[in-house]
């Protein structure tokens, strides 16, 4: 079944700085590839996500790139401010009721 | 308002007392599934339903069942809870599969 790693667990940085968060994933058949923030206590959101046709998506300081040759994919987080402090999450999922399988989680801090 | 609801929202019980934990959704989503999510691990799927009498297991299905008897409604049932099963749980559903997840407010169980 699919195999989804995401690095770092944890990552810090000034406000301001950029922020990038890596999965890969291990099977060429998965075709959609979300990304979720979740906030202290508050359920999973969506932020962002990247179908396989696409190699590349933006939405004002975030953008997402795929590469589907190396099956990995990355989150962008320009212009960092406090409020991006949260964990986040990659997923990978393939269409026709297939599993839905998330990275484990790269914690990010913001800091002032 | 277009949500999932999630009920209850904190549980506490005891090793083997059949619980279940209720989720409603009211936007006439096809696609309903159920997640853990522990430290470190990220979420994982338990199981998923793509329609009405039309359910699949996930990565985790062991110790849980889960019925789709009508659309809106897609509950997960501990029989014999046990410790390991200790968690935070999401319900998440969306309009078909491979699209945006909307998740509940989350359960936290606690099986003593």
């Known amino acids: 079944g699919e195999n989804v790693e995401q690095h770092p667990s944890t990552l810090s940085v000034q406000e301001g700085d950029s922020a990038v968060i890596k999965c890969t994933y291990s099977?060429?058949?998965?075709?959609?590839f979300p990304w979720y923030k979740q906030e202290l206590g508050k359920r999973p959101q969506l932020i962002i996500d990247?179908?396989?046709?696409?190699g590349e998506k933006k939405d004002q300081r975030i953008a997402v790139t795929l590469n589907k040759t190396a099956k990995h994919f990355s989150l962008h987080i320009t212009e960092t401010q406090p409020e991006d402090s949260a964990v986040y999450f990659c997923?990978?999922?393939?269409?026709?009721?297939?599993?839905?399988?998330f990275g484990p989680g790269t914690r990010l801090s913001v800091l002032p | 308002e277009a949500q999932v609801t999630q009920n209850p929202r904190y549980l506490i019980t005891v090793t083997g007392k059949k619980l279940t934990v209720t989720c409603s959704q009211n936007?006439?989503?096809?696609?309903m599934s159920w997640y853990r999510q522990d430290p470190g691990l990220g979420l994982r799927q338990i199981y998923y339903?793509?329609?009405?009498?039309?359910?699949d297991k996930g990565d985790v299905p062991e110790g849980y069942k889960v019925s789709r008897k009508e659309k809106r409604n897609f509950p997960l049932i501990l029989e014999s809870p046990s410790p390991n099963q200790t968690s935070l749980y999401f319900c998440?559903?969306?309009?078909?599969?491979?699209?945006?997840?909307?998740f509940g407010s989350g359960t936290q169980l606690s099986v003593l």
């Open positions: 998440a559903s969306s309009f078909q599969d491979n699209e945006k997840l909307f």
């Open positions: 099977d060429s058949a998965s075709n959609y």
């Open positions: 990247i179908r396989s046709n696409v």
């Open positions: 997923a990978a999922s393939m269409s026709y009721g297939q599993n839905f399988v």
């Open positions: 936007m006439n989503h096809e696609y």
């Open positions: 339903s793509m329609n009405v009498e039309v359910t």
